[in-house]
C-alpha cells in the first residue's frame, strides 16, 4: 500500500507571518542576445527570483520554481531575438500563474557584457565591459519591467583641481606672468585634483514595451563621469584620458545630473510614467570612505526639473 507524501510547504507555519520575498539567487543560465544578422552574444547571466508568502502558508515549493526558471530560461535562450528585461519579465508573469498563493513575482538577472571597441588615442582595439542589469516585477495588475546597465569610469574633484589652481596663479604671478596670459595657460592645461575610479548605474522601469539599446544606456552611462576609462592603453591613450578628466572635473552628484541630461536627450521617446534610477558611487583615492549620490525619478517629472532651468 503506497503513502502519498505530505504536502508540508502548504501547510500552516508555527508562526503566522508573511513574508515578502522567498526564492532563491545564484541561478546561472546561459542568455543570448540577438543582434540581426550578426551572431548573437551569449552572456552567463546569474539570476534571483521571488516570490511573495502568505501568512497561513510554510514554505514556497521550490522545486517548482526552480523548474519554471529552467523551463523559460531554456526555451528562451533558444530563441534568436528578444531583450534581456523581456526573460525576466516572462519568467515572473510564469511565476505569478503557477503559484495561486503569490500576490507577487520578481525576477532579476545581472551578467558581464564585453565588447570591443578603440582606444582614443592610438586607436589600438581593445575590450570593454559592463554590467547589464534587467528586472520584473509581475502583478495581478501589471509587469514592470528594469533594463539598465553599471559601468566603470574616472573622475576628478573640481575642489582639490581648484586648490591646484589658485596655488598655479600664484607661483606664475611671483614669476612675471602677466594674468592674461595665466588664464589663458590654465585653460588650456588643467590643474591636478584628485581622481577616483567611478561606478555609474543607469536604469529603465517601463510597463510597456519601450526601444532601448542597452549600448545607449552604456554609453549614457560612460559619459557622465569626467572621462571613459579602458582596458588596454598606450601612453597617448593614458595621456588622453587624464587630460580630458582633468578638463571636466565632476562631483559625484555632478555625475548623477549628468546621467539625467543623458537620459533626456538619448531617451526622450520615454513616456512620463517611465522610472529612471540614476546612480553614482565613487572609490575615493585620498579618503578612506567612498562617495555616493542617486535619484529615483518619473521621465515626466525629471522632464520637468530641466525645462525649469
Do not use: W
Request: aromatic fraction near 2%; hydrophobic fraction near 35%.
Amino acid at each position: 500500500m503506497s503513502h502519498q507524501l505530505p504536502d508540508v510547504q502548504a501547510s500552516a507555519p508555527d508562526v503566522s507571518v508573511g513574508l515578502s520575498q522567498v526564492g532563491v539567487t545564484g541561478v546561472e543560465k546561459l542568455v543570448k542576445i540577438a543582434r540581426g544578422d550578426k551572431r548573437p552574444i551569449v552572456l552567463m547571466a546569474e539570476f534571483e527570483v521571488f516570490v511573495d508568502l502568505p501568512s497561513g502558508r510554510k514554505g514556497i515549493d521550490m522545486s517548482r520554481n526552480l523548474a519554471t526558471i529552467d523551463e523559460i530560461l531554456e526555451e528562451i535562450t533558444r530563441e534568436e531575438a528578444y531583450r534581456v528585461e523581456e526573460v525576466c519579465g516572462d519568467a515572473a508573469e510564469r511565476l505569478l500563474e503557477k503559484h495561486d498563493y503569490t500576490t507577487t513575482a520578481e525576477v532579476s538577472m545581472s551578467a558581464e557584457l564585453v565588447t570591443r571597441e578603440d582606444t582614443p588615442a592610438s586607436g589600438i582595439e581593445t575590450q570593454s565591459t559592463a554590467t547589464i542589469v534587467a528586472s520584473a516585477t509581475a502583478t495581478e495588475e501589471d509587469t514592470r519591467e528594469e533594463i539598465g546597465a553599471e559601468v566603470t569610469g574616472m573622475t576628478v574633484c573640481p575642489c582639490s583641481q581648484g586648490m591646484s589652481e589658485s596655488r598655479a596663479r600664484e607661483k606664475l604671478a611671483d614669476l612675471g606672468v602677466d594674468e592674461e596670459t595665466t588664464e589663458e595657460f590654465l585653460e588650456a592645461v588643467p590643474q591636478p585634483g584628485h581622481s577616483q575610479r567611478g561606478h555609474a548605474t543607469l536604469t529603465v522601469t517601463t510597463d510597456g514595451h519601450p526601444d532601448i539599446d542597452l549600448r545607449d544606456l552604456i554609453d549614457v552611462a560612460r559619459d557622465s563621469m569626467s572621462a571613459r576609462i579602458y582596458n588596454m592603453a598606450k601612453r597617448p591613450d593614458e595621456d588622453h584620458m587624464t587630460y580630458e578628466a582633468h578638463a571636466d572635473a565632476k562631483f559625484v552628484e555632478d555625475c548623477v545630473r549628468a546621467l539625467a541630461e543623458g537620459t533626456i536627450e538619448e531617451f526622450g521617446h520615454l513616456s512620463d510614467d517611465a522610472v529612471i534610477h540614476m546612480k553614482q558611487s565613487n572609490d575615493e583615492s585620498i579618503h578612506q570612505h567612498n562617495a555616493h549620490a542617486e535619484r529615483e525619478v518619473t521621465m515626466g517629472d525629471l522632464r520637468d526639473e530641466l525645462d525649469a532651468e
